[in-house]
């Protein structure tokens, strides 16, 4: 059974745009089937993103999907961006909206979870995949300490 933090490009058959409008900036989003909220920007991202206080430094974007999180975020607060997915056609896409967003600069990186990633990073954002189980979400959380600077917020 294929699921969005499995790469399958057969998936691939219907790309849309995807529009939100948050912080008082418009944005948009390339998506397509195979990828997590395919149809619409979901309504924890939204939650999520209403509730991150200030940030400053550098952003990791952690299971990053099609770039939501991240780049409102970078948009919005003008940090330096690092996107990481396990699902390479999902960062392509990240990589895509990051551009069509005027998001420059950002570092993506094909990775499960903190396997590729090296550095520390003053923030970072999940939205964890929860139908991955919860091994894999807690791997998630229990590696972000580790790789946050000090005094970093997740």
Same mark, same amino acid.
Request: aromatic share 10%; glycine share 6%.
């Given at each position: 059974?294929?699921? =969005?933090? &499995?790469?399958?490009?057969?998936?691939? $058959?219907?790309?849309? &745009?995807?529009?939100?409008?948050?912080?008082?900036?418009?944005?948009?989003?390339?998506?397509?089937?195979g990828l997590f909220?395919?149809?619409k920007v979901d309504e924890a991202s939204?939650?999520?993103?209403?509730? &991150?206080?200030?940030?400053?430094?550098?952003?990791?974007?952690?299971?990053?999907? =099609?770039g939501t999180l991240g780049i409102v975020l970078a948009k919005k607060y003008g940090v330096k961006l690092t996107m990481a997915d396990i699902n390479s056609i999902a960062l392509d896409y990240?990589?895509?909206?990051?551009?069509?967003n005027g998001i420059?600069?950002? $570092?993506? &990186?094909?990775?499960?979870s903190f396997e590729n990633i090296t550095g520390t990073f003053n923030n970072i954002v999940l939205n964890p995949p929860?139908?991955?189980?919860?091994?894999?979400? =807690?791997?998630? =959380?229990e590696k972000s300490a580790q790789q946050l600077?000090?005094?970093g917020a997740l």
């Open positions: 059974m294929s699921h =969005y933090f &499995i790469e399958d490009p057969s998936l691939l $058959t219907n790309e849309r &745009i995807l529009e939100l409008e948050i912080f008082n900036m418009h944005f948009k989003f390339l998506s397509n089937n909220s395919c149809d939204i939650t999520l993103l209403r509730n &991150i206080p200030p940030i400053s430094g550098t952003l990791l974007d952690l299971g990053c999907g =099609y990240a990589i895509k909206n990051a551009r069509l420059d600069g950002i $570092t993506p &990186i094909h990775s499960n929860i139908h991955a189980g919860k091994d894999v979400m =807690y791997n998630m =959380y600077t000090p005094g």
